[in-house]
């Protein structure tokens, strides 16, 4: 049976096991590939990148070695950037495009000055768990735990850098669908999500779901309805038998 890929990346300072949970979840012909980033999870070892487009080409070397189409991107904040800029970078070195985009909870590459501002330089340890504090996705225990806080927070700053210095470039626009998630009660606005909009030819959509930033985790059930309905269309269009 033919299977259809899912590339899921990371948001920042988290490891690519966010995802784990999501393969017993999913229908057979629809594989889950969590891609771990340089510095986190089984990859600790290796140095942390501040340099998205270096990241995005970095990571499409490694996948292109395996990787087979069809197969589709998501991400989720800084993971919905990096998903965006992976889609281009496997395009650049030949592969097709993904059947779908998927960009969960941040603003479009294109409206990122007011998103992104002050995130360019690095931030102290105090600003960090600040910032941790009012995305309400850690737990005060841990946020007052300075042996895994040490090894958060070098991963959090690096990742901060990802998305401050990002900026957009002007290229070939891709021709896949690209669908959004958002959270209602999230600080990505609603133009802001819209914006993605310009990224792509193809079909567009936005879902807006309940809840804050971490929306994926708290109503995860519904990011996966949502996620399974969009790639259902392209799996039946190709005639791959339906096992869920």
Known sequence: MTQLTLLCLPYSGASAMVYSRWRRKLPEWLKLQPVELPGRGA???EPLHTDMRRLALQLAHEQKITLKAPYALFGHSLGALLACEMAHALRSLGLPEPVALFASGTA???????????FAEPKTDAELIEQLRTLNGTSEEVLAN???MSLTLPVLRADFQLCGRFEPVQRPLLKCPVHVLGGKDDRATTEQLIG???ETHGSFSVDMLAGGHFFIHDHEAKVLRVIKDQ????????AMPASA
């Open 43 to 45: 990859r600790f070892g």
């Open 108 to 118: 479009a590459p294109t409206m990122r000055a007011d998103y992104d501002r002050g």
């Open 146 to 148: 300075e042996e895994l």
């Open 196 to 198: 993605w909009r310009k």
């Open 231 to 238: 790639l259902e269309v392209h799996h039946r269009r190709h």
